[in-house]
């Protein structure tokens, strides 16, 4: 495996372009005014020299198809079908991690520059209980001077609620929130929790796929309620590192900005995790979608980039 300090000044000058200016091969072909087929060369060429060799069943057309996919250089369509076989492959996996990482530490590209990697369902599911069980009181404590006593709850609602919803597949595969077997088992799923005198419950569940379809990223918000107040929780798995997501309420061209998500990060065992609280407006009900986006501005008046979405029920 070479640095990318190593690398060949062409190779090097490719892959910036590529993932410092956002450029396809086509055109820093023509910009360099060589053919596309050279710039891809020596973009996979470089990627090769960067990643671990010999990996068991990663063949070279395979390794060329994942160098495109984080390169960015494939349409939608085969982005899907190169993430399906990551999620797939440890193989590729490791070797588009290793790429990955010496592009970061190289310098050539930051966490936003590069597609999010799939783990393994198994991993996934660990990871994603893990972060539940490690935060769910802390999230009630950090912002009970907003939502009082509520909040303690719902930090409990999050983890019964929301992981079981992520982790047993209910918005797995991105189907459609008005699906009537979508619809059963959130009631099915649906928790109740008494504390004292008051009760808790989960009013309703809102699937949160992404707009054009896929596996990923996914989300589930939940809409809770204790003594006439209400909350919404969201929790959400798969989305690249950023400190700039946002929950937003939509009706047609109506919207009302909720609120930044904690940062979103690339490593550990919260990488890739969503988890945020909110006290629900109370003008809720008038509102029929719910949004994440990501947004490059810290005050957002419309949401620009949205990466998951959902039907509330009214």
Do not use: C
Not at 88 to 112: H, I, K, P, T, Y
Not at 169 to 177: A, C, E, F, K, T
């Amino acid at each position: 495996m070479a640095r990318f300090d190593d690398l060949p000044a062409d190779q090097k000058a490719v892959l910036q372009l590529v993932l410092r200016q956002g450029r396809t091969y086509a055109e820093i072909a023509t910009l360099l005014k060589i053919s596309d087929a050279a710039v891809q060369n020596r973009a996979l060429t470089a990627l090769d020299a960067l990643g671990p060799n010999d990996l068991e069943g990663f063949d070279d057309e395979r390794q060329d198809e994942v160098g495109d996919y984080l390169l960015g250089q494939q349409s939608a369509s085969e982005r899907a079908a190169t993430r399906d076989y990551l999620e797939a492959s440890q193989s590729a996996r490791d070797w588009a991690r290793a790429v990955a990482s010496e592009l970061r530490g190289g310098g050539a590209a930051g966490d936003d520059a590069l597609p999010e990697i799939p783990s393994d369902p198994a991993e996934v599911d660990e990871a994603f209980d893990a972060l539940h069980a490690r935060r769910a009181a802390r999230a009630g404590q950090e912002r009970s001077s907003r939502l009082g006593g509520l909040l303690l709850i719902v930090a409990a609602v999050i983890v019964v609620a929301g992981a079981v919803l992520l982790l047993t597949g209910v918005i797995g595969g991105g189907g459609d929130d008005n699906s009537s077997t979508n619809s059963a088992q959130a009631t099915t799923t649906t928790p109740t929790t008494t504390t004292g005198d008051a009760t808790t419950t989960v009013e309703q569940q809102v699937n949160l796929t992404p707009p054009g379809g896929g596996k990923a990223p996914l989300g589930v918000a939940n809409v809770v309620a204790q003594s006439g107040k209400q909350a919404i929780a969201v929790v959400g798995q798969d989305l690249p590192a950023s400190g700039h997501y946002v929950l937003w309420l939509r009706n047609g061209s109506k919207v009302k900005f909720l609120g930044f998500f904690p940062v979103v990060t690339s490593k550990g065992t919260n990488k890739g995790k969503l988890q945020g609280i909110v006290a629900a407006p109370s003008d809720l009900r008038s509102y029929t979608d719910m949004l994440v986006s990501r947004e490059a501005s810290s005050s957002p008046k419309q949401p620009t980039t949205i990466v998951l979405q959902g039907k509330l029920k009214g």
